[in-house]
């Protein structure tokens, strides 16, 4: 069940009944928009662990937002710019480490592709344990 739902209504043939303009169901991190033009809902389910921890923090911490975004049918651009922004500060943080750190670099010299992809690996959980306590749990 959604728990945001857009104060604007349409009627849809299909279901013979006025529904939401648009919809979040955090649970599914789903968005569903009624489309005018084809009378039918489309739906937008999110994949990434970091926008569904953000939709449930959002979710108890500040569901005035949700709200405002869903009301506003601007929810699909603030998750697609969050999953964005929050993928690309990973990414940077891990290259700046992969640049930086010298285990990393005896790794690539000696060509020890386990060495470095292991580092690598922890270099993205480091990554995201800073970039989710600035980005993501806010």
């Known amino acids: 069940m959604s728990r945001y739902k857009s104060e604007q209504t349409v009627f849809s043939p299909q279901k013979k009944k006025y529904v939401p303009l648009w919809r979040l169901d955090t649970n ?6 009624f489309n005018t033009d084809t009378q039918s809902e489309e739906s937008k389910t999110y994949n990434t662990d970091f926008i569904r921890y953000h939709l449930h923090f959002s979710d108890s911490h500040c569901p005035d937002r949700l709200r405002r975004l869903v009301n506003q049918g601007k929810i699909v651009q603030y998750l697609d710019d969050t999953e964005l922004k929050v993928s690309d500060a990973i990414s940077r943080q891990v290259e ?3 640049q930086t750190d010298t285990c990393y ?3 690539v010299l000696s060509s020890d592709a386990e060495k470095m992809l ?13 970039v989710f306590e ?3 749990y806010i």
Do not use: D, P, S
Not at 28 to 33: A, D, G, W
Not at 118 to 130: D, K, P, Q, T
């Open 96 to 98: 700046l480490w992969k």
């Open 28 to 33: 599914t991190v789903t968005v569903t928009y």
């Open 105 to 107: 670099q005896k790794a």
């Open 118 to 130: 292991g580092l690598e690996n922890c270099f993205v959980y480091m990554a995201r344990e800073a």
């Open 134 to 136: 600035c980005m993501v």
